[in-house]
């Protein structure tokens, strides 16, 4: 009960911290703006505590006291600064349309949460510690970070080399933390932190494309999400790489909140953008690749249609936002951690036989393949669920979201790119990469995906009333 307790304080000054930005102020409707405050606020919240709790072992002050201290003392901050937060006004969000089956759609949404919520139960008392990664790396090292004196950096050891040391510390550092204030180790506290992230995930897929596309495509977007079996056997696992989708995601769903503002607040769209991107840098390796191409997604996009005046106006709210987690994954680096072997101790020669190897990339194809495949079952695979969609609905292109769909296609795009090239150039063997890594990098990219997707589809709406008109009119001849 107690690591609940600290994980509810760190949601609670998370929300507090997205609160501030007023992004969500004004928007349509209620329930959704509300819900996307808070799942942000929940992934904001696991941030900025872990790197309190990484801060303060630097200084020699992380004691219950100090940690707990130093958490309530930003919480007052926030508190009092709530009455000068940035208000919005007014928006330029567009009308949108009602349906009338939202009620069946909920229900549906309803039936399939029950149904993940007993899988899980059984998943977790069959396997309370996680699988592998979980007790072997991040469980293991947020272990090594209670440890007293200067004794907590031997979770950055390289006697740990075949646990990856050099693994950024957001998610153990938050467990670490949890277990700090809670004042014991148990399984409660990493348990909390996954299904958080998967609950953050979901909330922030449905609130988004509720307040951009409609209520139905929200709930629409969740059905299709929990038909993705292989994205959600992982939540409890304890693995990276959910809240890494969820920062994913939290990046590209600030920029697309930021298109219904103008003036100061639109910019402070591109900052919280930016310090989910920082934070996805501090979360897994993949996230520092995450960094680099949305930062050179979006110079080029802001650069081309702005000029570079522009576009340095907004980027430059972006970086200033992305610093934190950026300064704290340098320091970590730097002076922490063992150095990275992407390339382990292969010659330029070995690495252009590989590229020009037609096996690996029929190896990589086939991977590729399998792994699409199972990310459902039959016919209520997602892909299948989404092509039926897109053939009733259509695509519906809204020129007001070009910049968070045109961001979010290419910076998955250049993920892709990114994934690949390390395929093909790494040193351990191939097959064996493939299948313990695959299937985890599909769930990174799956939410991000998924809304990018429903930001394009056609909305589900009631007929307008002279169409409805006109079709009594045709029944009644």
């Known amino acids: 009960m107690t690591a609940l307790i600290s994980v509810a304080l760190a949601v609670l000054l998370g929300w507090l911290l997205v609160r501030l930005t007023g992004l969500t102020d004004e928007l349509r409707p209620r329930w959704a703006a509300r819900l996307c405050c808070l799942a942000m606020g929940a992934g904001a919240g696991v941030a900025v505590t872990s790197g309190i709790l990484y801060g303060l072992l630097r200084a020699g002050l992380a004691s219950r006291a100090g940690v707990l201290g130093t958490e309530l003392a930003i919480l007052a901050v926030l508190a009092v600064a709530q009455r000068r937060r940035l208000r919005a006004a007014a928006t330029g969000q567009p009308d949108l349309a009602r349906f009338r089956f939202n009620g069946v759609l909920l229900a549906g949404l309803i039936a399939a949460l029950a149904l993940l919520i007993a899988t899980q139960v059984s998943m977790v008392r069959a396997a309370p510690h996680g699988n592998w990664d979980a007790f072997a790396i991040w469980n293991l090292r947020a272990k090594f970070l209670l440890a007293p004196g200067e004794l907590w950096k031997n979770a950055a050891s390289p006697l740990l080399e075949r646990t990856h040391p050099e693994y950024p510390l957001l998610l153990s550092g938050f467990v670490a933390r949890t277990w700090r204030l809670a004042g014991a180790v148990s399984p409660a506290a990493p348990l909390a932190t996954g299904y958080l992230f998967a609950a953050a995930v979901?909330?922030?897929?449905?609130?988004?494309?509720?307040?951009?596309?409609?209520?139905?495509?929200?709930?629409?977007?969740?059905?299709?999400?929990f038909a993705s079996t292989s994205y959600l056997e992982q939540i409890s696992w304890q693995y990276a790489d959910i809240p890494?989708?969820?920062?994913?995601?939290?990046?590209?769903?600030?920029?697309?909140?930021?298109v219904f503002h103008t003036g100061r607040q639109a910019l402070v769209a591109y900052a919280l953008a930016g310090f989910f991107a920082g934070f996805a840098a501090l979360t897994k390796d993949e996230g520092s690749a995450f960094l680099v191409v949305s930062s050179a997604v979006l110079a080029g996009w802001l650069g081309r249609r702005l000029g570079a005046r522009q576009a340095w106006s907004r980027?430059?709210?972006?970086?200033?936002?992305?610093?934190?987690?950026?300064a704290l994954l340098a320091d970590f680096r730097l002076f922490l951690a063992p150095p990275v072997k992407l390339l382990g101790d292969q010659t330029l020669p070995q690495i252009l036989e590989k590229l020009a190897d037609p096996g690996r990339y029929l190896a990589l194809?086939?991977?590729?393949?399998?792994?699409?495949?199972?990310?459902?079952?039959g016919w209520s695979h997602p892909l299948v669920l989404l092509a039926l969609l897109a053939a009733v609905l259509r695509v519906e292109w809204d020129e007001r979201l070009r910049l968070p769909i045109g961001f979010a296609g290419a910076t998955l795009g250049g993920m892709a790119l990114v994934y690949i090239g390390v395929y093909l150039i790494a040193h351990y063997d191939l097959d064996w990469l493939l299948g313990t890594s695959l299937g985890r990098l599909y769930t990174q990219v799956w939410p991000p995906l998924l809304f990018a997707a429903f930001l394009v589809l056609g909305r589900p709406a009631d007929p307008a009333p002279a169409e409805r008109a006109s079709r009594r009119g045709k029944k009644a001849r």
Do not use: K
Request: hydrophobic share 65%.
């Open 202 to 225: 979901v909330a922030l897929l449905v609130a988004l494309l509720s307040l951009s596309r409609g209520t139905a495509a929200g709930l629409l977007a969740a059905l299709v999400f």
């Open 315 to 326: 980027l430059r709210w972006w970086f200033a936002g992305a610093l934190p987690g950026l």
């Open 244 to 258: 890494l989708s969820f920062y994913f995601l939290a990046t590209f769903g600030c920029l697309l909140l930021g």
């Open 365 to 377: 194809g086939r991977a590729l393949l399998t792994e699409t495949i199972a990310l459902g079952d």
